[in-house]
């Protein structure tokens, strides 16, 4: 092409083109045509989305921030413990008690334009969605402080939809025109949740280290905040290590917003950050029943009716038995650091402080929980350990005697021995010691001295599942299988069911299940609940009644435990290695067990001899002490009908005699339905059996004579004769023997010549002649002739006994052979 070509007008140099601009005018047009449309039609669509949904929101000046409604809880006199609010600890705080650096830590992290910007930020959400992306930032979120107020506090939703977005979005903006900047920075650090239970920033700062708001620094300021985007899995009692590196992005995003230099940023990453729960409960002592109780309500009623339906929730408790019940544990636990029993170091990989307790008290004719402590201080550790399955060690006794005694398997005098047994392979041992024994024993004193071995036997002899039966009738509901060592508490068992077993004795025999409610109400005053505490007998009253009885010996023989003047009854436990120590004890109006023992499974408490009667019983005693003076406590009633009364024989367990001393019998119950009938076979009876001479019945007959000379007669032990009759008729003369053969064999019959020379003047007319002790023929004369067969081998005695008309004796001779095998 030649040069002049160049300098041709364009519409000749695309002479073969030259309809295309038309056509592209036409096509860009309809583009913006329709992009104008597009436009018009979305914005109208948006329009009418944000008019439509903006009467769904409440319209400015009517949005108040309000926290869920408090529950009310009341105690067992209906006087208000204190409002609660169940699921948020809250404590609100001005801005200007709140430290400057966490406000800065918070619009870095959360909001980095929040002064600058409306309701919302425009700039942030191309920021976050687009550019970000592009930079290799990933997607970020552009919610604003105000929409996120407005998401948790006005609208309380928190799903991904588009039209909680639009209603977010128009209650931000009208947020905004009620409310200024820092009112709204102000209601949201006291609003928004923080993990670990905690609401609002003082909450926070309390919560994990234990400073109010106001004296956070960056170090701590940066990790509080790093928890908002996730705080049930950035808080640090969570994950100390995703909390650091949440705390790491918060003082990063501080340096870039030039709120810290980056050597203070390094300072504040360097500072070693120690938690420390100052948080304290809002519920005091009685933390760990109000917790029980938000579990029973929550589970019947929902999550939402318990956290914001402003119930009135009428429970049991007793704050001054409460109080007691928690002065008691403060003082036994007080006094064994003192002694260097418990040191303070003993603490577990949770940090709290070992051995722990479990202590739960109740009116055995109400089922009202009146005291519950879950452990040392609720603040330390809020785990409840009375709904904590424990081994109950030897406080299970009472499921297997109250079994034994109902089912007349055996009765509280009958003697039992302890000694080394083996029961298919288990061998327990006492508690006296390596092959240390009580012996021969009453079923009374084994419960007294809790014998492991005869409620090993007992248990054996009523039948395994009958006494699971029992156990479960009388409120156990933990699993339970037929071993023999079940007899001695191998199973676990919470303290809550315990109670529930020993308030089933205390009542007579009448089970009422524990329950800490009474009735609840709604805001209105309707009520939803009003619980029957049903009452079912499951044991008769006279076995109950019994069943006390044993155990008001074992409470008096319990020196820890012990109150003079205070009718009660209890049993105390203990478990291998000193693990678990019980103390069950009640009176009429106040059954309370206490399990002491380490949060491990597998702890050894050896070293403190962690006893049922040391550390439970002195804690059971310091309760009664102040109990007593809160409520009057009565004695148990007079045996019912249905139990008798005897007097038994120490040494036999058995009735006694008047040949039993005084001083080895006592008085006993017993069913009236299994008193036993047999009499004392220690003690001769008073009247005995003797043989007297015929001839002379004030003495004693030789104890050779034939029953023919014998009168037999009962007479009163102390009158019986101590003179042996010396018979005075008996001759000089010789007794004569002639045998046929002449040697005596054993299975041999020979004949016998009998011959006595008689003395003279004898007036004997019939001779009885005896061989070995029996009559074995009467002659009118002599000799008489005997045939006999010897039976046995050695000294054969033959005599003859001559008598008169009169039958009676004029002489008597023996002598004797020797017979041979």
Same mark, same amino acid.
């Given at each position: 092409?030649?040069?002049?070509?160049?300098?041709?007008?364009?519409?000749?140099?695309?002479?073969?083109?030259?309809?295309?601009?038309?056509?592209?005018?036409?096509?860009?047009?309809?583009?913006?045509?329709?992009?104008?449309?597009?436009? *018009?039609?979305?914005?109208?669509?948006?329009?009418?989305?944000?008019?439509?949904?903006?009467?769904?929101?409440?319209?400015?000046?009517?949005?108040?921030?309000?926290?869920?409604?408090?529950?009310?809880?009341?105690?067992?006199?209906?006087?208000?413990?204190?409002?609660?609010?169940?699921?948020?600890?809250?404590?609100?705080?001005?801005?200007?008690?709140?430290?400057?650096?966490?406000?800065?830590?918070?619009?870095?992290?959360?909001?980095?334009?929040?002064?600058?910007?409306?309701?919302?930020?425009?700039?942030?959400?191309?920021?976050?969605?687009?550019?970000?992306?592009?930079?290799?930032?990933?997607?970020?979120?552009?919610?604003?402080?105000?929409?996120?107020?407005?998401?948790?506090?006005?609208?309380?939703?928190?799903?991904?939809?588009?039209?909680?977005?639009?209603?977010?979005?128009?209650?931000?903006?009208?947020?905004?025109?009620?409310?200024?900047?820092?009112?709204?920075?102000?209601?949201?650090?006291?609003?928004?949740?923080?993990?670990?239970?905690?609401?609002?920033?003082?909450?926070?700062?309390?919560?994990?280290?234990?400073?109010?708001?106001?004296?956070?620094?960056?170090?701590?300021?940066?990790?509080?905040?790093?928890?908002?985007?996730?705080?049930?899995?950035?808080?640090?009692?969570?994950?100390?290590?995703?909390?650091?590196?949440?705390?790491?992005?918060?003082?990063?995003?501080?340096?870039?917003?030039?709120?810290?230099?980056?050597?203070?940023?390094?300072?504040?990453?360097?500072?070693?950050?120690?938690?420390?729960?100052?948080?304290?409960?809002?519920?005091?002592?009685?933390?760990?029943?109000?917790?029980?109780?938000?579990?029973?309500?929550?589970?019947?009623?929902?999550?939402?009716?318990?956290?914001?339906?402003?119930?009135?929730?009428?429970?049991?408790?007793?704050?001054?038995?409460?109080?007691?019940?928690?002065?008691?544990?403060?003082?036994?636990?007080?006094?064994?650091?003192?002694?260097?029993?418990?040191?303070?170091?003993?603490?577990?990989?949770?940090?709290?402080?070992?051995?722990?307790?479990?202590?739960?008290?109740?009116?055995?004719?109400?089922?009202?929980?009146?005291?519950?402590?879950?452990?040392?201080?609720?603040?330390?550790?809020?785990?409840?350990?009375?709904?904590?399955?424990?081994?109950?060690?030897?406080?299970?006794?009472?499921?297997?005697?109250?079994?034994?005694?109902?089912?007349?398997?055996?009765?509280?005098?009958?003697?039992?021995?302890?000694?080394?047994?083996?029961?298919?392979?288990?061998?327990?041992?006492?508690?006296?010691?390596?092959?240390?024994?009580?012996?021969?024993?009453?079923?009374?004193?084994? *419960?007294?001295?809790?014998?492991?071995?005869?409620?090993?036997?007992?248990?054996?002899?009523?039948?395994?599942?009958?006494?699971?039966?029992?156990?479960?009738?009388?409120?156990?509901?933990?699993?339970?299988?037929?071993?023999?060592?079940?007899?001695?508490?191998?199973?676990?068992?919470?303290?809550?069911?315990?109670?529930?077993?020993?308030?089933?004795?205390?009542?007579?025999?009448?089970?009422?299940?524990?329950?800490?409610?009474?009735?609840?109400?709604?805001?209105?005053?309707?009520?939803?609940?009003?619980?029957?505490?049903?009452?079912?007998?499951?044991?008769?009253?006279?076995?109950?009644?019994?069943?006390?009885?044993?155990?008001?010996?074992?409470?008096?023989?319990?020196?820890?435990?012990?109150?003079?003047?205070?009718?009660?009854?209890?049993?105390?436990?203990?478990?291998?290695?000193?693990?678990?120590?019980?103390?069950?004890?009640?009176?009429?109006?106040?059954?309370?067990?206490?399990?002491?023992?380490?949060?491990?499974?597998?702890?050894?408490?050896?070293?403190?001899?962690?006893?049922?009667?040391?550390?439970?019983?002195?804690?059971?005693?310091?309760?009664?002490?102040?109990? *007593?003076?809160?409520?009057?406590?009565?004695?148990?009633?007079?045996?019912?009908?249905?139990?008798?009364?005897?007097?038994?024989?120490?040494?036999?367990?058995?009735?006694?005699?008047?040949?039993?001393?005084?001083?080895?019998?006592?008085?006993?119950?017993?069913?009236?339905?299994?008193?036993?009938?047999?009499?004392?076979?220690?003690?001769?009876?008073?009247?005995?059996?003797?043989?007297?001479?015929?001839?002379?019945?004030?003495?004693?007959?030789?104890?050779?004579?034939?029953?023919?000379?014998?009168?037999?007669?009962?007479?009163?032990?102390?009158?019986?004769?101590?003179?042996?009759?010396?018979?005075?008729?008996?001759?000089?003369?010789?007794?004569?023997?002639?045998?046929?053969?002449?040697?005596?064999?054993?299975?041999?019959?020979?004949?016998?010549?009998?011959?006595?020379?008689?003395?003279?003047?004898?007036?004997?007319?019939?001779?009885?002649?005896?061989?070995?002790?029996?009559?074995?023929?009467?002659?009118?004369?002599?000799?008489?002739?005997?045939?006999?067969?010897?039976?046995?081998?050695?000294?054969?005695?033959?005599?003859?006994?001559?008598?008169?008309?009169?039958?009676?004796?004029?002489?008597?001779?023996?002598?004797?052979?020797?017979?041979?095998?």
């Amino acid at each position: 092409m030649t040069t002049e070509h160049a300098y041709l007008p364009v519409e000749h140099a695309n002479s073969p083109r030259h309809h295309a601009r038309p056509r592209l005018k036409a096509v860009l047009g309809w583009l913006l045509v329709a992009i104008l449309a597009i436009g *018009i039609a979305g914005t109208a669509f948006v329009v009418l989305l944000f008019a439509h949904y903006s009467t769904q929101v409440p319209p400015v000046g009517s949005l108040f921030i309000q926290t869920p409604m408090a529950s009310q809880v009341f105690d067992r006199n209906d006087n208000l413990l204190s409002s609660v609010y169940f699921a948020e600890n809250r404590l609100p705080k001005q801005l200007s008690d709140i430290s400057e650096i966490t406000i800065k830590a918070l619009i870095a992290s959360e909001d980095e334009r929040f002064f600058s910007h409306g309701a919302v930020d425009f700039r942030s959400i191309i920021g976050g969605l687009l550019i970000d992306p592009l930079l290799g930032r990933g997607i970020r979120g552009a919610s604003t402080l105000t929409q996120q107020l407005a998401r948790q506090a006005i609208l309380h939703d928190t799903d991904v939809t588009v039209t909680r977005k639009v209603k977010e979005i128009i209650v931000a903006y009208r947020l905004e025109k009620q409310y200024t900047k820092e009112e709204i920075l102000n209601m949201y650090l006291n609003y928004v949740y923080f993990g670990n239970g905690l609401y609002g920033i003082e909450s926070a700062a309390l919560g994990y280290f234990g400073v109010h708001a106001v004296d956070l620094d960056a170090a701590q300021a940066a990790m509080i905040v790093g928890v908002l985007p996730a705080p049930s899995a950035y808080n640090p009692y969570v994950d100390l290590k995703l909390a650091t590196q949440q705390q790491q992005l918060v003082l990063d995003k501080m340096v870039r917003n030039h709120y810290l230099t980056q050597e203070q940023a390094d300072a504040a990453t360097a500072e070693k950050l120690t938690l420390k729960n100052g948080m304290r409960s809002p519920y005091g002592s009685i933390g760990w029943f109000v917790d029980y109780v938000k579990s029973i309500v929550e589970k019947q009623y929902g999550a939402e009716m318990l956290y914001q339906g402003g119930l009135r929730i009428y429970t049991t408790i007793d704050p001054k038995l409460q109080t007691a019940a928690l002065s008691a544990v403060t003082k036994v636990w007080d006094q064994a650091k003192k002694d260097k029993v418990f040191v303070e170091s003993d603490r577990d990989t949770l940090g709290v402080f070992q051995p722990q307790v479990g202590m739960v008290s109740v009116d055995p004719k109400t089922g009202y929980i009146l005291a519950m402590v879950g452990g040392t201080n609720y603040d330390e550790t809020n785990f409840n350990r009375v709904l904590a399955p424990r081994q109950p060690g030897s406080t299970f006794k009472l499921f297997d005697y109250t079994a034994a005694f109902d089912n007349g398997v055996t009765f509280p005098s009958e003697i039992v021995a302890s000694q080394p047994t083996d029961f298919g392979g288990w061998s327990p041992p006492e508690w006296l010691g390596t092959n240390q024994w009580f012996g021969r024993i009453s079923v009374a004193n084994a *419960i007294k001295e809790s014998s492991n071995i005869i409620a090993a036997k007992t248990t054996l002899r009523t039948g395994l599942d009958r006494v699971i039966y029992y156990a479960r009738k009388m409120g156990v509901t933990s699993p339970l299988k037929p071993y023999v060592s079940l007899s001695i508490g191998s199973f676990e068992i919470s303290p809550l069911e315990m109670v529930e077993a020993y308030s089933t004795i205390a009542n007579g025999g009448v089970r009422i299940t524990p329950y800490p409610i009474r009735r609840i109400e709604t805001q209105d005053g309707t009520t939803i609940e009003k619980h029957n505490f049903a009452e079912t007998r499951v044991v008769p009253t006279s076995t109950a009644w019994l069943v006390q009885a044993m155990m008001r010996g074992v409470y008096a023989n319990t020196p820890n435990a012990y109150i003079s003047g205070l009718q009660a009854a209890g049993k105390t436990g203990s478990t291998n290695d000193w693990h678990d120590a019980w103390y069950d004890g009640f009176t009429p109006e106040l059954c309370t067990v206490i399990h002491i023992g380490d949060d491990a499974t597998r702890a050894d408490m050896s070293a403190i001899r962690n006893a049922g009667s040391r550390f439970p019983a002195m804690t059971w005693k310091a309760y009664m002490q102040e109990a *007593i003076k809160l409520q009057k406590q009565t004695s148990f009633g007079p045996k019912p009908d249905g139990v008798s009364v005897r007097t038994i024989c120490d040494a036999s367990g058995l009735l006694a005699t008047d040949a039993c001393p005084a001083s080895l019998t006592h008085s006993s119950y017993f069913l009236s339905s299994h008193v036993p009938t047999q009499t004392c076979t220690v003690h001769p009876p008073i009247l005995q059996t003797v043989r007297l001479a015929a001839e002379d019945p004030t003495k004693l007959a030789p104890a050779d004579w034939p029953d023919s000379r014998v009168v037999v007669r009962t007479m009163l032990r102390n009158q019986v004769p101590t003179e042996v009759y010396q018979d005075q008729t008996t001759s000089s003369g010789e007794l004569s023997v002639t045998a046929f053969p002449e040697q005596f064999k054993v299975g041999q019959q020979m004949t016998l010549s009998l011959d006595v020379a008689q003395p003279a003047g004898s007036a004997a007319v019939s001779f009885d002649v005896y061989i070995g002790g029996s009559l074995v023929t009467s002659a009118s004369s002599l000799p008489a002739t005997v045939a006999y067969v010897p039976t046995l081998a050695g000294p054969l005695e033959i005599a003859i006994v001559g008598r008169s008309a009169a039958l009676d004796t004029v002489f008597q001779v023996a002598t004797s052979v020797q017979v041979q095998p």
